[in-house]
């Protein structure tokens, strides 16, 4: 068997025992999709034969490469929620709670209003909480923004009911005094806490206090910072992981994923090897040692000037259940790689096996599956790769 001479190449010891055995449990315990269709309707599932590569026919059979995928559509691509993760063994299976510096150094790449707000997206953090993260750090411009949103709202009233309605809302603002106008009620709004009242008190959808605030309000870049960083530590103490943090990261294209991957690599509860590679205009390889997969990504793959963290993981008690059917059994590790960035040039992937394709003489086929995901406008890919035969 082929998996005999991946053992033989790794040192020797316990280490080299349990991963063996991992990878064994690995193949073992994926599951026969008998009840698929009744699970999960949303899954379309497309099979098609991959034609074996030998290494130096990469890239006169490049195109003969087909690539399966599936995907599904109520998945989210950047992980679990913090509503989804809440005891401590869940925190655990998704790389724990981020510490300070992951947070602060997502935040402090937060440049823009328009980026803090995609941020708060993200993290499932309600619009009307994102504007009050963002105003309270400019609180100059409340009355402005306030004045910006009553006219917004006057003038989406009808003709008809508009002298009521500012009449009404004179009587809540300002008591004893009904003959001002919103000026005078902007002007009583002094902390976020007013604001987001006025917002609710008005029925204003917080989108369009957002465009607002985008199109009037000029925010320092301390001021984004400061706005993200709280975000991110209030998602944090409602159970934010460190898994999603880094799909967020990688997402958004951000320097820092390769500290948050760091991050994820030591957590010794953590139920996958991982490693993880930042990528250029040279190229990369990422390997996963313990495992002996490689993912080589050419130069010139991505544009100069361009930088991406890559990440690879395998599980180390289960495989992700792969819809395979009877006549199929699994040969190598269910492999998962982020890629957030479009490759100019194909990767190739090496994946250990336990199949000797040189003395199959029947009518055997190899078939690749791999799943996309895609989400919240931000798109994860697996792009176009090549699979070698070791």
Known sequence: MMLSKWKSSQPPGEKAIKTLKCVWESVQSVEKP??????DTTTVLKQTVV?????????SDLEKMEIIDFSETDDDPLGPSCEQVVTHEDLDQHGGIPNTEELSSVAHQVKTFQIACSLGKALRIDDISIVGYVTQQNPSSLDATAMQILLMWHDGLEE?????????LLMKYISG????????????IRSEVDLLGLIRHLGVQPTSVMEIINTSVDFAPHMVVSAALQMLIEWSSKGGIRERLLAIAQAFQLSCADLIAKGLACHSTYPFFISYGIIDHKGQRVTLDELGITVSIPEGAIPK???????LRVSIHNTLRLPIHDD???????????VHQELLKPASIVLPHCVKFREQNDDSSVVLYTKTESGMNLVMKIVQFTLVVV
């Not at 008998?34 to 699970?39: A, K």
């Not at 008809?160 to 009404?168: A, I, N, R, S």
């Not at 199929?328 to 982020?338: A, F, K, N, Y």
């Open 34 to 39: 008998e009840h698929l269709e009744e699970e």
């Open 51 to 59: 034609e074996m590569t030998k290494p130096n026919e990469l890239e």
């Open 160 to 168: 008809g009911v508009k002298e009521v309605e500012l009449h009404e």
């Open 177 to 188: 005094d009904k003959t001002g106008g919103y000026d005078e009620i902007a002007k009583l």
């Open 305 to 311: 000037g361009t930088r991406s963290t890559v990440t």
């Open 328 to 338: 199929e059994v699994l040969i190598t590790p269910v492999l998962e790689t982020s």
